[in-house]
């Protein structure tokens, strides 16, 4: 089993639509819980780190569940720029330099 | 803002034959991290530099080594490629602190292994 496993989609959205996804993760001891955007054939770029009570920055909404041990993001009113793979990302409990990324959640905002 | 720089940015090698993938970085970050992503998989750590002078293996070090340089350059070597190192190689850096792990990456090598 992946310690962290991603639905890999894609997610087909309307411009202007909300679309969301959640990422599931083995380890409960996890410490800390990240959203990384990676465009086609480029590097991973930090999109919003997850907390406990939840976050939002702008159009983009993370949530963290501990008991069920799963994040979400949730986008409203889409644009096109959304279009891109998103990377669910844990950091492990005493193993700080170690994180451990989902293979990702592809998401195509059509017009 | 260079931030994290990688060179080369593509490879086309032979079997067996070696290179080393150079990385630096520009933000004094004291931790450096080696990752390989291929497709339908996440990233995977190789090898890592939590600060100057130490490097420790990830989750796939086989067939790879490194050198952490100096603060600012941290390099992956392949002594003898193989098809199975094909793959896109990202290089990462990170300050090493009570806070969250936040990386940077660089734009990636595009290695291939015939």
């Known amino acids: 089993r992946k310690e962290v496993e991603q639905d890999p989609g894609p997610f087909n959205v309307p411009e202007g639509a909300t679309v969301a996804f959640n990422c599931t993760y083995s380890?409960?001891?996890?410490?800390?819980f990240f959203w990384y955007r990676q465009d086609c054939r480029k590097e991973p770029k930090l999109l919003m780190s997850?907390?406990?009570s939840g976050n939002e920055d702008g159009r983009f909404t993370a949530q963290l569940n501990r008991a069920s041990q799963y994040i979400s993001l949730l986008i409203r009113d889409s644009k096109l720029s959304d279009s891109a793979t998103y990377l669910c990302?844990?950091?492990?409990?005493?193993?700080?330099?170690?994180?451990?990324f989902g293979a990702g959640t592809q998401v195509v905002v059509t017009p | 803002n260079a931030g994290v720089t990688q060179t080369p940015k593509f490879q086309v090698l032979k079997t067996g034959q070696s290179m080393t993938l150079q990385c630096a970085q520009d933000?004094?970050?004291?931790?450096m991290y080696w990752y390989r992503q291929d497709p339908g998989m996440g990233l995977r750590l190789i090898y890592y530099?939590?600060?100057?002078?130490?490097?420790d293996k990830g989750e796939v070090p086989n067939g790879y080594n490194v050198s952490r340089l100096n603060k600012r350059e941290f390099s992956l070597r392949l002594e003898s490629a193989a098809p199975s190192q094909t793959s896109v190689y990202f290089c990462?850096?990170?300050?090493?602190?009570?806070?969250?792990?936040?990386?940077?990456f660089g734009a990636g090598t595009r290695l291939s292994v015939l």
């Open positions: 380890n409960s001891a996890s410490q800390s």
């Open positions: 933000m004094n970050h004291n931790s």
């Open positions: 530099s939590a600060s100057e002078g130490t490097t």
């Open positions: 990302v844990v950091s492990p409990q005493g193993s700080w330099g170690k994180l451990q």
């Open positions: 997850v907390y406990s």
């Open positions: 990462a850096s990170s300050e090493r602190g009570t806070g969250a792990n936040i990386q940077y």
